[in-house]
């Protein structure tokens, strides 16, 4: 069926479409200055990413937009959109190449993903950059002869191994980097297996993020921390931001952050299964945050599920978070069959006072989020 309109209602429209016409024309002119920002960043070597700009052009605009009477929030959400699409496009002009004296770079695994968006990022900015994979191991002296930097990136089940026993051999001045999501026993192995400068990176993002502008990278420090600054110079230019971290630290977070996250997404999908979920029927019912929740499971499944496993089985740290979780889960679920409805809002304020004022923020960013779950709805 036709919607419903009208003859005003139609001519309105069309004087829209002109608007909209003329927001596309702007559009294009931002693009084309945008192009321009990336060429002259591009020689000068800085960062894609521009925090305290983007912060003071923004308070500028929410307030030239309260003047107008425009929601300042609007304007924020298309800028912020607009300088996504900045990032993407200033990456393809190149970045400048920090370190002009290396000689070329060594990705092993460079055909998985994460390898394969390191070689991209290398190679804009002017490097020569090789891949050695799985059946290339025959040609490993050549390869390797000369190179200034060897970055190992292979699931996580099989590094310390391989690293072990092929990158023993590496020209003493050669950087060996790793950046495998847990960092202390490849450090190790990596420290025991090669003289010169080692650095253990963990990219904080999955290889379709398009730019690394925004994103984090960890930094666990090796051996000849000098002689690898330029390697974190460069990934800022890239626009990501270097967090530095102890490897027993980081990996200890990442029992959280990763294993036991992803271990309950997976559950979860499990148990949508076995009780033979209506998916269709979950999402005409579901609330923006539903929904949102259910993409999170969802997504986990369309991905390659050895990655989730080398994840999940990487720390055996993580079946001691995952065990307390389900402990807390049996916990709560015992007040529940208790009916002791008064502990559940006990303990609910308890952990809401442990929260602080995370609480709050978080509820402040996921309003933003599922105003756009709700913008991405069809019908
Ligand atoms: O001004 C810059 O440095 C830009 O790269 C342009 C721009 C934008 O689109 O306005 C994009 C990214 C930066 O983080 C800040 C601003």
Redesign the pocket.
């Known amino acids: 069926m036709n919607e419903k309109t009208t003859l005003d209602l139609e001519n309105l429209r069309d004087l829209i479409d002109g608007v909209d016409q003329q927001l596309l024309n702007l559009l294009r002119k ?1 693009l084309d200055l ?1 192009a321009q ?2 060429t002259v ?1 591009h020689a000068a070597g ?1 960062p ?4 305290q ?2 912060a003071s ?1 923004l308070a500028k605009r929410r307030k030239e937009a309260s003047e107008m009477d425009i929601s300042p929030q609007l304007i924020e959400d298309i ?1 912020r959109r ?2 996504r ?3 993407l496009n ?1 990456k393809d002009v190149g970045f400048k190449q920090v370190k002009t004296d290396l000689g070329h770079i060594v990705v092993v695994g460079g055909e998985g993903q994460l390898g394969g968006l390191f070689s991209q990022m290398l190679t804009l900015s002017g490097y020569q950059v090789k891949s050695l994979d799985k059946d290339d191991w025959d040609q490993a002296d050549a390869l390797f002869d000369g190179a200034g930097m060897v970055i190992v990136t292979v699931p996580i089940n099989v590094t310390c191994e391989l690293i072990r026993s092929k990158l023993n051999n590496l020209p003493d001045h050669c950087i060996l980097a790793d950046l495998t999501s847990i960092k202390s026993e490849p450090l190790n192995a990596m420290l025991e297996a090669h003289k010169g400068p080692v650095v253990g990176l963990h990219p904080m993002f999955g290889p379709d993020v398009g730019s690394l ?1 925004k994103q984090v990278v960890v930094v666990c420090d090796g051996r000849d921390t000098e002689k690898y600054q330029w390697f974190l110079e460069q990934i800022t230019i890239w ?1 990501a931001r270097i967090v530095n971290e102890d490897a027993e630290r980081h990996d200890k977070a990442m029992q959280l952050v990763q294993a036991m996250r992803h271990f309950s997404s997976f559950v979860y999908g499990v148990n949508l299964c076995k009780e033979e979920a209506d998916i269709e029927s979950l999402l005409q019912f579901s609330s923006p945050i539903y929904r949102l929740e259910l993409a999170m499971v969802g997504r986990l499944f369309a991905q390659d599920p050895e990655l989730y496993a080398d994840i999940i089985f990487a720390q055996e740290g993580s079946q001691v978070a995952i065990s307390d979780y389900l402990d807390n889960y049996r916990d709560a679920l015992d007040l529940l069959k208790s009916g002791n409805r008064d502990a559940f809002v006990a303990q609910f304020r308890d952990v809401a006072k442990w929260f602080g004022d995370f609480a709050p923020q978080f509820q402040h960013e996921s309003r933003a989020m599922l105003q756009s779950v709700n913008d991405m709805k069809t019908n």
Do not use: F, H, T
């Open positions: 931002r945008v920002v990336g960043k800085v894609i990413y521009a925090p700009r983007e052009m800028l607009l300088m699409e900045s990032y200033e502008a626009g």
